[in-house]
């Protein structure tokens, strides 16, 4: 219907061309549906766009597209309002028509070509491999998958990507937390990973001698000593004293831990096309063949014993170190060449999803990319704040480091994946939320998602119960209860479409909850089953869309729709 009434626009603005009012016609012509019914279905400001062109005021040259609109049974009428907008009332055939295409289309319904051609690489959660995933780790799996299920809807071919940090200090330290829980020293360092699931892993280990590697370590900070220096020496003592057993012990930590990531993510319905492991990036040289890159063209210069990669030179507010002074590389060295390697692979957009936190990491990456040839502004990256767990009122305070955090499968195993699912991207990403979990899981309209799948059910329920019927006609359908409901399902299609180039799925929440309430309140105010079988036909006719609209909207949020509940 949008569709259509654009191209009769354009068709109006041709026209004017022919008088020369217009010089040309824009290839984009914007029509919104309108917020206010008093302002009919659909409105557009091509007037104001315009008016310079025509040399007349906006209203002006809104009254002149009005008089040459083309004659049509869609529109019921135009006016003009305000300093120029033009509003469109459809006619009630036009907009009962959206129920029988729903109905044609099914599962189809709201699926464009937008992005067709063109590929896209989504990293998303890519938590270090030191723990297992917790409720904060959930906001951005959500999140991520339902991005990438909208751009998937409206044509793009979408990769996702978990990136997996498994070289580097923090899996040293994790491999020397599990052997020190192994070896069952009253003594632990204030740098260690304390979870209960480093007692588990350390439970795996078979064959290792248990030593003491505490011998020559300064003290930890505690003792009044440096807790960096302290978990340092001890990872040195344990590299030297455990030779192979030390790999041995370095691969079962990150493999245990990163198995329960996958089955987490898989269960909680996220699924990846690729993991990419940064020791792949140390193995193939491609880290310090990056390095070396950017030295050859005059990026990296050395200070005390360091490289330095001048990204102050591309809009960063500080150079940053790339090889430390003891010849090791840093997390942002291995991330530059990662980012090189994502180019490289020739996606048309690459899209990275952080946490809030790693704000400040935008200005680096994006100055790599640039001073490796490559076009920054190919690379999006959307950041998620954190998600603050609340259980009867009070937060519930977490931190991976210390063990003190609720994961990612307690919690769906309390709330169940929908809730915990439709909760999770109901907020803006780069908005904080609070998550209550009393909440999540009462049965009632207060909880969102079980406000939406219950429209579904009741839905199924008038379904069920559906006998005889006669002819559906859906010009019968006028109460302003069905008109409500007819408009708003109009509104998917465009809703799916701008969330996705937004990577808004908090949009489509915010859509299916006011389409629940919309049937609701037909539920509440109108019979289904009745004596006029064609008006009982046409009624049941627009509840099937409905049913469908909110399938299809749940589906892409990864949440189901149930027929009971």
């Known amino acids: 219907m949008k569709q259509e009434l654009q191209t009769l626009l354009k068709q109006a603005l041709t026209v004017l061309v022919d008088k020369g009012v217009l010089e040309s016609v824009p290839e984009a012509v914007r029509l919104d549906h309108s917020k206010d019914k008093t302002q009919g279905d659909f409105a557009s400001n091509i007037a104001m766009v315009l008016s310079k062109q025509a040399q007349c005021t906006p209203r002006v040259l809104a009254e002149q597209i009005k008089a040459n609109f083309p004659d049509t049974s869609a529109v019921d009428k135009i006016e003009i309002a305000g300093p120029g907008f033009i509003n469109f009332f459809m006619s009630q055939g036009s907009n009962a028509s959206v129920v029988n295409r729903i109905i044609e289309q099914g599962a189809d319904y709201g699926l464009s070509n937008v992005g067709e051609g063109q590929r896209v690489l989504l990293e998303f959660v890519s938590a270090n491999p030191t723990g297992p995933l917790h409720v904060g780790h959930g906001r951005g799996a959500a999140y991520g998958a339902s991005v990438a299920n909208l751009l998937r809807a409206i044509g793009f071919a979408v990769d996702n990507e978990y990136y997996v940090n498994d070289a580097g200090r923090q899996m040293d330290i994790l491999a020397t937390s599990v052997y020190l829980r192994y070896v069952e020293t009253d003594k632990f360092p ?148 990662y980012h090189l390697e994502k180019f490289e692979r020739g996606y048309d957009k690459i899209i990275n999803i952080w946490g ?63 809730a915990a699912r439709f909760f999770y991207i109901l907020r803006k990403s780069e908005q904080s939320m609070d998550f209550d979990l009393n909440l999540a899981k009462s049965k009632s309209n207060e909880n969102p998602v079980f406000y939406v799948q219950y429209a579904h059910a009741r839905i199924c329920s008038v379904m069920d119960k559906a006998q005889d019927s006669g002819q559906a006609d859906l010009a019968l359908l006028n109460d302003k209860y069905e008109q409500t409901l007819i408009k708003q399902l109009s509104r998917y299609a465009d809703t799916i479409k701008n969330a996705a180039l937004n990577y808004e799925p908090h949009v489509v929440a915010y859509y299916l909850r006011d389409l629940a309430s919309d049937f609701h309140s037909y539920y509440n105010n109108c019979d289904f089953l009745i004596e006029d079988k064609n008006l009982q036909a046409s009624r049941l006719q627009l509840i099937k869309a409905t049913k469908q609209v909110l399938a299809n909207g749940l589906g892409l949020l990864g949440v189901s729709a149930p027929d009971k509940m």
């Not at 030593?211 to 807790?227: N, R």
């Not at 767990?389 to 480091?401: A, C, F, H, N, Q």
């Open 190 to 337: 204030d740098n260690g990973y304390q979870g209960d699931y480093i007692f588990d892993i350390a439970k795996k280990i078979r064959g290792v001698e248990k030593k003491d590697i505490f011998a020559g370590v300064c003290q930890d900070e505690k003792e009044g000593g440096d807790k960096e220096k302290h978990i340092d020496g001890l990872i040195a003592n344990c590299k030297s004293q455990l030779g192979g057993d030390y790999k041995k012990i370095f691969d079962l930590a990150i493999n245990d831990i990163l198995s329960g990531i996958k089955t987490d993510l898989a269960e909680f319905g996220v699924e990846y096309q690729q993991w990419f492991c940064e020791q792949s990036l140390v193995d193939s040289g491609l880290s310090e063949k990056t390095v070396k890159k950017l030295q050859d063209s005059g990026q990296i210069y050395e200070k005390a014993g360091a490289l330095w990669f001048k990204t102050t030179d591309f809009g960063d507010d500080l150079d940053r170190v790339v090889v430390r002074d003891n010849g090791m590389h840093t997390y942002f060295s291995s991330d530059i060449a």
């Open 356 to 418: 809030a936190d790693h704000h400040g990491y935008i200005a680096r990456v994006k100055a790599s990319i640039k001073a490796l040839n490559h076009n920054p502004d190919k690379l999006e990256i959307l950041l998620v704040q954190f998600a603050h767990l609340y259980r009867d009122g009070v937060k519930i305070p977490m931190s991976t480091r210390s063990g003190s955090f609720v994961t990612l499968k307690e919690l769906c195993e309390e709330v169940g994946n929908d």
